[in-house]
């Protein structure tokens, strides 16, 4: 498209425009000054991690000392973009806008606790992420292991949780205002009740004057 064409479309869908250039740059400010402080979060990643390895491998190992982690044939060390804290960061930014975005059809206040399921679900994720990059790599292959793998498989899990989040959240009554049952048919149901009420009344009189 020419660049006049881009303009034309940007004008016409400014609030847009305006809305995505926030959360892009929002969502970097937020993981960028998360990764700063990584520190608190890196002994917890190294401790999942081991206990991850343990279930599949018999010669984990894991040196805190040394922020070390892996088996005798593959190992890897838990450096600060390797903590979490980034995704950590970039859902917890992306579930303030989703829950904003999508107020009037979410059920408040129980939609807030979405955002810490997720922070955790996507700090999870990020050490399932290195155990099973140190499994590839003893096992497979370490340049896969420490090639694409490694790189992608972060974003993926990201995306993975992101839309899993939204999804279940629009689909759960929970969570979500949409799925509860509208006055019609709630109105439609009473009608039911009060024919069968006298019914079941009569049936039960009936029964006590045999009796």
């Known amino acids: 498209m020419p660049a006049g064409a881009w303009v034309r479309l940007a004008r016409e869908n400014s ?12 969502s970097w400010l937020v993981g960028f000054f998360a990764g700063r402080a990584w520190e608190p979060l890196q002994g917890p990643t190294l401790r999942a991690v ?3 390895l343990r279930a599949f491998a018999q010669d ?7 922020h070390l982690v892996g088996t005798n044939e593959f190992n890897v060390y838990i450096f ?4 979490g804290y980034e995704g950590i960061g970039l859902m917890g930014f992306f579930m303030a806008v989703y829950l904003w975005l999508f ?29 099973l990059l140190v499994l590839i790599g003893t096992h ?17 899990a990201f995306i ?30 009473k009608p039911v009740a009060r024919y069968l009420g006298p019914l079941m009344a009569l049936l039960a009189a009936v029964g006590d004057i045999q009796n």
């Open 80 to 83: 600060p973009a390797c903590t």
């Open 140 to 156: 497979v292959s370490s340049e896969i292991a420490l090639g694409g793998f490694h790189s992608q498989t972060g974003w993926a």
């Open 103 to 131: 107020r009037h059809r979410l059920r408040f206040p129980r939609a807030f606790i979405l955002i810490p399921c997720a922070v955790l679900i996507i700090w999870f994720l990020n050490s399932v992420r290195i155990a």
């Open 160 to 189: 993975a949780v992101a839309l899993g989040v939204v999804g279940v959240t629009q689909r759960t009554a929970f969570f979500s205002l949409d799925m509860l049952p509208s006055p019609a048919e709630t109105r439609e149901a």
């Open 15 to 26: 609030t847009v425009a305006a809305a995505g250039f926030i959360i892009i740059t929002g």
């Open 50 to 52: 081991y206990w991850l």
């Open 60 to 66: 984990a190992l894991c040196q805190p000392g040394e």
